[in-house]
């Protein structure tokens, strides 16, 4: 399985944002799909996750202003993130895995820096 990850940019404070992970390969709809990020200095911290089925689960910090969703039929998954603050300023990464076992499919990250 390979990942593309897009949609990254640079943005206002109080603007908004949807990045794209399409995924390569068959099977996309057993995967959960989860949405990580990284800012400079700092370690890759979780930002939500949605299951094969089930609900989703959002990191505290972006609890009502981002979501996550996923198109199966697009192998696609996205995160619409609304509200952004200075300190959402991250490469972002899509990941993949099966079940509850490690994340094992990343794909290669897309910046988006928010500007006060």
């Known amino acids: 399985v390979q990942l593309q990850a897009s949609g990254g940019g640079l943005v206002q404070a109080g603007g908004s944002l949807r990045l794209s992970c399409v995924a390569s390969g068959r099977a996309f709809m057993s995967y959960s799909a989860a949405w990580f990020r990284q800012a400079p200095g700092q370690q890759r911290e979780f930002v939500g996750g949605?299951?094969?089925?089930?609900?989703?689960d959002y990191a505290d910090s972006v609890k009502g202003r981002f979501t996550i969703s996923r198109d199966n039929s697009k192998n696609t998954v996205y995160l619409q993130m609304t509200s952004l603050r200075p300190e959402d300023t991250a490469v972002y990464y899509c990941a993949l895995r099966l079940g509850l076992t490690q994340y094992k499919y990343w794909g290669q990250g897309t910046l988006v820096t928010v500007s006060s």
């Open positions: 949605i299951p094969r089925i089930g609900s989703v």
